[in-house]
C-alpha cells in the first residue's frame, strides 16, 4: 500500500507541531521518522492512524483520503503499534491478539475459524504463542511488544505504523522487532530514536526538525555529519558498516570543559 | 522474529477463564434461590410453602384464605418488591462499576466517582430538610435525588469536557472535586434545617437503603437496567478496545472520546435512577467488577454477562442482612456492603495473579 502524506499540518493551541509535511512512502517500502525530541514524529504518525486529525493537508492511502473514511475503515488497513499502548485490565495475550479483529466485525460475533487461524499465524510469526493464555500484565516490555505487533498483523493492515517501538527493550529484542519490519513485507511507517538501527532497518529516512521535514532518501545520503550537527546538535564519525555497508554512526564523548 | 524466550517464569495460576453457559446457569439458578429465600426470609419468617403458596397466588390471580391476608402482605407487598429492587440495584450498580472502570480506565473508579451520588444526596437532603417537591408525595425523594444526580452528571461533563474530549484524568478528578462541593451544599441544607432529624434521615438515605421499596419504584429502575445491559453487551468489544487506551483504540478503529460520550451518558442516567430508588449504595459497584474479573478474566463480553447476576446476589443477601440482624431497625446497606467489601477488596489487592495498574 502506499502512502502519502500531502502538506500534512498540525496546530494544537497555537502551536505549529508538524509543519507542511509531504512524504511519500512506495508499497512495501520500510519509511523511518527520525528527529530530536519534539521533532513532531510523533504528532505526524498519530494523523496516519486516527488518532489526530490534520489541521490542514491531507493523509493519502493508494490514493483515498484517510479523513474521508470512517475511523473503523481505515483500520482496517492501516494498523499501529503506539506508545501507550498499556491497559489496566488483565487480559490474555490471545484476548488482545484477538482484538485486532475489531475493525473487521460488526457487533459480537465469535471469531470465526479462518480469523483464529489468523490469530494463530500472527502469534506464531512474533513468538509469542506459548504466551497465549498468560495475562499480559505480567509480560516484559519484549514480550509485550511482540503482543501488539501480533494485534497488529491480525487486523490484517497493509501499511503498519509504530511509533517508538524499540522503546525500553534491550539490544536482542531490538534486532529481532525490526529484522522482523524488514522482512514483513508491509509498507512500514516507523519512528526511532537511534539512528543506527534506523539506518540498518529503513529503505528511506525522513528527517523531521521541529516539525518540518528536512531531509529525505537512503540512509547513506541523509546521515551525513553535516546534518546530524544540524538536526541533532552532535557531530558523529560516519562509517560504513563493515559487512552490510549502511552508515553508522560513532559519537565521541568528551568530558565539558568547564 | 522467531524466538524462543527463555522460560523465567512461571505463568501466574489462571487456569478456568471461561465463562460459558454453564456459569451463567449455575449463578442464575443461585440468583432464583436467593430471591426466593430473601422474599421467605426475614424479621418474620414466612415458611417456604407458604412462602411459595402466596407467590404462586399473586402471580396467577389465585384466592388465598382470610387468614393468610398478613401473610400474604408481608410476602407480596412488602418483601417481594423489595427482593426484586435488591436484584435490581445490585445488578445496575455492578454492571456500571465495569462500564465505569472501562470509562475512566481507573482501578479505583465506582458508579459514583463521577459526583452523581453526592449531586442526589444534594437533591435528597433538600426535600428531607425543607420538604421540597412536596406535591410529589412519596416520590419527592426520589424525583430531587434523581434530578440532582444529572444536574450534578451535566457540571461534571462540561467541567471535564476539555479540548481534547473526556480524558480518562479529567473526567476522575472533575467528579471528585465537584463531589467536595456537593457535599458541602449539601451539609449547608443540613446545617439549616429546621429540625434536628434531617441530618440522620440525610445520613442514613446517603448509606443506601431499599426500605422505601414499593412496586411502584420498580419498573422504571428495572427497566433502565437492563437497557444498560443489553446496550453495553453489544458493544463489549468496543469496552475492550477503550482499556487499551485512546491512541490504540484509534487504531483500531474506536474513536474513544465519542464513545466515552455515550458512556457518560448511560451510566450517568443508570446510577441517577438508582441512587434515586436506593440512596448511595457503596462498593457493590467497586467490588463486583473485580471480583468478576478474577473468575472470568478482562474480557467484558464475559464481565457484563457475569458482573450483574453476582451484583444481584449479593445486594439480595447483604438486603436481607440489613433488615434481620438488628430487627426491628434497619442496618444501611453501605454498612454491610462496606463490612464485607472493604476486607474482600484489600484480600484481593494483595492477591498474587490479580494485577489491576500494573505491579
Not at chain 1, 524499540?166 to 537511534?194: I, K, M, P, W, Y
Not at chain 1, 546530524?228 to 552532535?234: D, I, L, N, Q, Y
Not at chain 2, 458482573?307 to 430487627?327: C, E, K, Q
Amino acid at each position: 500500500m502506499e502512502l502519502t502524506l500531502d502538506a500534512v499540518s498540525v496546530e494544537i493551541a497555537g502551536a505549529t507541531l508538524v509543519d507542511e509535511l509531504s512524504l511519500k512512502a512506495g508499497d512495501g517500502e520500510v519509511v523511518g521518522l527520525v528527529g530530536p525530541n519534539g521533532s513532531g514524529k510523533s504528532t505526524a504518525l498519530r494523523c496516519v492512524y486516527r488518532a489526530l486529525r490534520p489541521t490542514s493537508g491531507a493523509v493519502l492511502v493508494d490514493g483515498s483520503d484517510l479523513t474521508a473514511m470512517s475511523i473503523r475503515d481505515s483500520a482496517r488497513s492501516v494498523a499501529a503499534v503506539t506508545q501507550d499502548s498499556t491497559t489496566d485490565l488483565d487480559f490474555t495475550v490471545a484476548e488482545v491478539v484477538a482484538l485486532g479483529r475489531f475493525p473487521h466485525q460488526r457487533g459480537n460475533p465469535s471469531l470465526s475459524e479462518r480469523e483464529q487461524e489468523l490469530c494463530a499465524e500472527a502469534m506464531r510469526r512474533t513468538g509469542v504463542t506459548h504466551l497465549a493464555r498468560r495475562g499480559v500484565l505480567s509480560l516484559s516490555g519484549g514480550e509485550r511488544q511482540r503482543v501488539l505487533i501480533a494485534r497488529a498483523l491480525v487486523q490484517e493492515p497493509r501499511l503498519l505504523v509504530l511509533d517508538e517501538p524499540t522503546n525500553h527493550l534491550d539490544v536482542r529484542h531490538q534486532v529481532e522487532l525490526l529484522s522482523f519490519l524488514r522482512g514483513c513485507g508491509l509498507t512500514v511507517l516507523v519512528a526511532l530514536h537511534d539512528l543506527n538501527l534506523a539506518a540498518s532497518t529503513c529503505d528511506r529516512l525522513a528527517v523531521l526538525y521541529e516539525g518540518s521535514l528536512v531531509e529525505t532518501g537512503p540512509p547513506a545520503d541523509v546521515l551525513t555529519p553535516e546534518l546530524v550537527r544540524r538536526v541533532f546538535g552532535v557531530t558523529p564519525t560516519v562509517v560504513p558498516h563493515p559487512l552490510t555497508g549502511v552508515p553508522q554512526l560513532l559519537y565521541t564523548v568528551a568530558p565539558e570543559s568547564p | 522474529m522467531t524466538v524462543t524466550e527463555p522460560a523465567l517464569r512461571t505463568p501466574p495460576a489462571r487456569t478456568s477463564r471461561s465463562a460459558g453457559v454453564l456459569p451463567v446457569l449455575v449463578l442464575v439458578l443461585v440468583l432464583v434461590v436467593s430471591v426466593i429465600g430473601g422474599i421467605s426470609l426475614g424479621p418474620a419468617v414466612v415458611s417456604l410453602p407458604d412462602t411459595l403458596r402466596y407467590l404462586g397466588a399473586a402471580l396467577t390471580g389465585g384466592t388465598i384464605g382470610p387468614d393468610d391476608v398478613t401473610g400474604y402482605s408481608i410476602i407480596w407487598q412488602v418483601r417481594t418488591p423489595r427482593v426484586l429492587l435488591a436484584v435490581v440495584v445490585g445488578a445496575g450498580l455492578s454492571v456500571i462499576g465495569v462500564a465505569v472502570q472501562a470509562m475512566v480506565r481507573n482501578a479505583l473508579a465506582d458508579p459514583f466517582i463521577l459526583g452523581v451520588s453526592s449531586g442526589a444526596s444534594v437533591g435528597a437532603s433538600a426535600v428531607v430538610s425543607f420538604g421540597l417537591f412536596a406535591g410529589l408525595g412519596v416520590y419527592a425523594l426520589s424525583a430531587a435525588a434523581f434530578i440532582g444526580a444529572l444536574v450534578a452528571s451535566v457540571l461534571v461533563y462540561v467541567a471535564a469536557h476539555g479540548r481534547a474530549g473526556l480524558t480518562p484524568l479529567r473526567l476522575v478528578l472533575t467528579g471528585v472535586a465537584l463531589a467536595y462541593g456537593f457535599q458541602a451544599l449539601m451539609s449547608v441544607i443540613v446545617f439549616f434545617a429546621p429540625f434536628g432529624e434531617a441530618a440522620r434521615s440525610v445520613l442514613f438515605w446517603l448509606l443506601g437503603s431499599l426500605g422505601g421499596a414499593a412496586w411502584g419504584s420498580l419498573p422504571i429502575a428495572a427497566a433502565t437496567v437492563a437497557i444498560a445491559i443489553v446496550v453495553l453487551l453489544r458493544h463489549s468489544r468496543a469496552l475492550d478496545v477503550l482499556s487499551m487506551g485512546d491512541e490504540s483504540a484509534a487504531s483500531l478503529g474506536v474513536d474513544a472520546a465519542a464513545v466515552r460520550r455515550w458512556l457518560f451518558l448511560l451510566t450517568a442516567v443508570v446510577t441517577g435512577a438508582l441512587v434515586a430508588v436506593s440512596g448511595a449504595v457503596g462498593f457493590v459497584g467497586l467490588v463486583m467488577p473485580h471480583l468478576v474479573r478474577i473468575l472470568v478474566g478482562a474480557d467484558h463480553r464475559r464481565v457484563l454477562v457475569i458482573a450483574p447476576l453476582a451484583g444481584a446476589i449479593f445486594l439480595v443477601w447483604v438486603d436481607l442482612a440489613s433488615r434481620t440482624l438488628f430487627a426491628p431497625r434497619e442496618l444501611p446497606l453501605g454498612v454491610i456492603t462496606a463490612l464485607i467489601g472493604v476486607p474482600v477488596f484489600v484480600t484481593l489487592l494483595r492477591r498474587r495473579g490479580y494485577l489491576f495498574g500494573g505491579r
